[in-house]
């Protein structure tokens, strides 16, 4: 009954696409707008909190190697710490705002997490590729949740948040176990799937 | 009855934009249903496996943008035209 790599990841670009989208509303209409009703305020740390929650079953039954689980085993734990923080944030239990720079830095771990676990070349096929775009993609975009601790009215720095996001998301729904990128796929990779 | 506050550009923009989100995405899945289908199992199915079946990545597209339409974006933008309305600076 485990479901095979590739539908665990579209079922994680699906919750990134949930989560971007509604990054980007925020960022459209305003936090004060956004946060106005409580269920709201919470949805999106809600929502990476739970990611991170998911993240554990992922690294249990999905051993392919020590650095896979090392890799999911700390992505877990960062997405819960920046999801928690944000949830204490928002209940006003947490009033520090440098507790923001724990969503930096889980997309930091994560990026990294994403880059060494997959360690093949960018072309041996696309799920080699998509891991490491979408590893530098995270890394990158850490830029924006970090600039928008110190500048939090630049409604721009939480619009190029949302984006990568969703970029993300796009990039983890193009996943295949075993499938060619830019016309190449390694004769070690196995049957290509289109 | 007509609301003049909900015709101020900041918030006219802002609706329509949050209230395009959702079905901008359903499109996009549909959209990526129609070019490539093999991705859809269920057109087809050859005694797939569940997962080949409950897990289509369209269709998920497709869920996303329904979802956040009815459950995130409607009642955002209710309380968008309620901010404006209240706000003495959009007067």
């Given at each position: 009954?485990?479901?095979?790599?590739?539908h665990?990841?579209?079922?994680?670009?699906?919750?990134?696409?949930?989560?971007?989208?509604?990054?980007?509303?925020?960022?459209?209409?305003?936090?004060?707008?956004?946060?106005?009703?409580?269920?709201?305020?919470?949805?999106?740390?809600?929502?990476?909190?739970?990611?991170?929650?998911?993240?554990?079953?992922?690294?249990?039954?999905?051993?392919?190697?020590?650095?896979?689980?090392?890799?999911?085993?700390?992505?877990?734990?960062?997405?819960?710490?920046?999801?928690?923080?944000?949830?204490?944030?928002?209940?006003?239990?947490?009033?520090?705002?440098?507790?923001?720079?724990?969503?930096?830095f889980?997309?930091?771990?994560?990026?990294?997490?994403?880059?060494?676990?997959?360690?093949?070349?960018?072309?041996?096929?696309?799920?080699?590729?998509?891991?490491?775009?979408?590893?530098?993609?995270?890394?990158?975009?850490?830029?924006?949740?970090?600039?928008?601790?110190?500048?939090?009215?630049?409604?721009?720095?939480?619009?190029?948040?949302?984006?990568?996001?969703?970029?993300?998301?796009?990039?983890?729904?193009?996943?295949?176990?075993?499938?060619?990128?830019?016309?190449?796929?390694?004769?070690?990779?196995?049957?290509?799937?289109? | 009855?007509?609301?003049?506050?909900?015709?101020?550009?900041?918030?006219r923009?802002?609706?329509?934009?949050?209230?395009?989100?959702?079905?901008?995405?359903?499109v996009?899945?549909v959209?990526?249903?129609?070019?490539?289908?093999?991705?859809?199992?269920?057109?087809?199915?050859?005694?797939?496996?569940?997962?080949w079946?409950?897990?289509?990545?369209p269709?998920?597209?497709?869920?996303?943008?329904?979802?956040?339409?009815?459950?995130?974006?409607?009642?955002?933008?209710?309380?968008?035209?309620?901010?404006?309305?209240?706000?003495?600076?959009?007067?």
């Amino acid at each position: 009954m485990r479901p095979p790599a590739e539908h665990v990841h579209w079922l994680f670009a699906a919750g990134f696409l949930f989560l971007g989208l509604c990054l980007l509303a925020r960022a459209v209409v305003g936090v004060e707008v956004w946060d106005v009703r409580a269920r709201r305020a919470y949805l999106w740390p809600g929502l990476l909190f739970a990611m991170g929650l998911a993240m554990w079953p992922v690294m249990v039954f999905f051993t392919n190697s020590a650095i896979h689980m090392l890799a999911h085993g700390s992505w877990a734990q960062a997405l819960m710490l920046a999801g928690a923080a944000h949830l204490g944030l928002a209940r006003g239990k947490l009033t520090s705002a440098y507790w923001r720079l724990t969503l930096p830095f889980a997309m930091v771990v994560s990026g990294t997490a994403l880059l060494i676990h997959e360690q093949n070349g960018w072309l041996w096929s696309r799920s080699a590729f998509v891991h490491h775009a979408a590893g530098w993609t995270v890394i990158v975009g850490a830029l924006f949740p970090l600039l928008a601790t110190f500048l939090p009215r630049r409604s721009t720095l939480h619009v190029g948040f949302a984006l990568t996001v969703l970029v993300l998301a796009v990039i983890i729904f193009s996943t295949r176990d075993v499938a060619p990128v830019f016309g190449h796929l390694s004769s070690d990779a196995g049957t290509s799937r289109r | 009855m007509h609301d003049r506050l909900a015709d101020t550009p900041r918030p006219r923009g802002a609706v329509r934009l949050v209230l395009s989100l959702g079905p901008a995405t359903v499109v996009a899945g549909v959209v990526w249903a129609l070019i490539q289908p093999y991705r859809v199992t269920l057109l087809n199915p050859h005694g797939e496996s569940f997962w080949w079946l409950a897990v289509e990545p369209p269709l998920l597209v497709v869920v996303v943008g329904i979802a956040f339409h009815f459950a995130v974006a409607r009642g955002l933008v209710s309380d968008l035209l309620e901010t404006d309305r209240s706000s003495p600076s959009r007067r």
